[in-house]
């Protein structure tokens, strides 16, 4: 019994890992496929090649993307760009949603942003209970008002395991202690509840 245990165990450690990401890229090829709808019937792969070969949505997000990518680093293309915004911050309720979402992937996506750039430790819910967070930048706007006599940083503190929930705070500098690991490596730890463990940072010694 106990050989078929070590058995099974070591089964589940290898199907586990590959079933999952087996179901997530799947997930991810089968929704970007959905933007071959865009092309007309005729241009269709599947009509042309004459059965359907998952995947060919993923090349067409990709030629999009560089398209766009391409035409709005230019002169003319910040131009239009810039025009589409202000077309689109003139429609009620529209230009909420839009201003909020192009805030946050400017903040996320932009070189020269700061959004987790950096994970931290910091005591979380509670004195003497530690926990990874990341930090997204610092506050502005009234709350700065509220905020005096220390620096304070904005932090996302991620839930286990799926890091997409947590929780946005705001916290004293020096109550954060900056982790000397890449966020990836940060996500794998918290994603994987502690079992994942980076590698140790080279000591100065």
Same mark, same amino acid.
């Given at each position: =019994?106990?050989?078929?245990?070590?058995?099974?165990? #070591?089964?589940?450690?290898?199907?586990?890992?590959?079933?999952?990401?087996?179901?997530?890229?799947?997930?991810?090829?089968? +929704?970007?496929?959905?933007?071959?709808?865009?092309? !007309?019937? #005729?241009?269709?792969?599947?009509?042309?090649?004459?059965?359907?070969?998952?995947?060919?949505?993923? %090349?067409?997000?990709?030629?999009?993307?560089? #398209? %766009?990518?391409?035409?709005?680093?230019?002169?003319?293309?910040?131009?239009?760009?810039?025009?589409?915004?202000?077309?689109?911050?003139?429609?009620?309720?529209?230009?909420?949603?839009?201003?909020?979402?192009?805030?946050?992937?400017?903040?996320? /996506?932009?070189?020269?942003?700061?959004?987790?750039?950096?994970?931290?430790?910091?005591?979380?819910?509670?004195?003497?209970?530690?926990?990874?967070? /990341?930090?997204?930048?610092?506050?502005?706007?009234?709350?700065?008002?509220?905020?005096?006599?220390?620096?304070?940083?904005? %932090?996302?503190?991620?839930?286990?395991?799926? !890091? +997409?929930?947590?929780?946005?705070? =705001?916290?004293?500098?020096?109550?954060?202690?900056?982790?000397? =690991?890449?966020?990836?490596?940060?996500?794998?730890?918290?994603?994987? =509840?502690?079992?994942?463990?980076?590698? #140790?940072?080279?000591?100065?010694?």
């Amino acid at each position: =019994m106990a050989a078929l245990r070590k058995w099974l165990l #070591a089964g589940l450690l290898v199907i586990v890992p590959v079933a999952i990401t087996a179901s997530v890229l799947r997930w991810i090829i089968e +929704t970007l496929d959905q933007t071959l709808q865009i092309l !007309p019937e #005729a241009w269709q792969p599947d009509r042309l090649i004459g059965f359907h070969v998952p995947g060919f949505g993923v %090349v067409l997000t990709l030629a999009i993307l560089l #398209a %766009v990518g391409a035409v709005t680093s230019n002169f003319v293309g910040r131009r239009l760009v810039s025009l589409g915004d202000r077309v689109v911050s003139r429609i009620p309720v529209v230009r909420g949603i839009y201003s909020s979402v192009k805030q946050v992937s400017d903040t996320l /996506f932009s070189e020269s942003g700061n959004a987790f750039r950096t994970a931290v430790l910091v005591q979380w819910p509670r004195p003497d209970v530690w926990t990874i967070g /990341f930090v997204t930048g610092t506050p502005g706007g009234d709350v700065t008002t509220y905020l005096r006599g220390e620096e304070y940083v904005s %932090v996302y503190v991620p839930t286990t395991p799926n !890091p +997409t929930g947590g929780y946005f705070v =705001m916290l004293r500098k020096s109550d954060c202690i900056e982790l000397k =690991m890449s966020v990836d490596e940060a996500l794998k730890y918290v994603v994987s =509840m502690g079992v994942v463990v980076p590698a #140790a940072a080279p000591s100065n010694r």
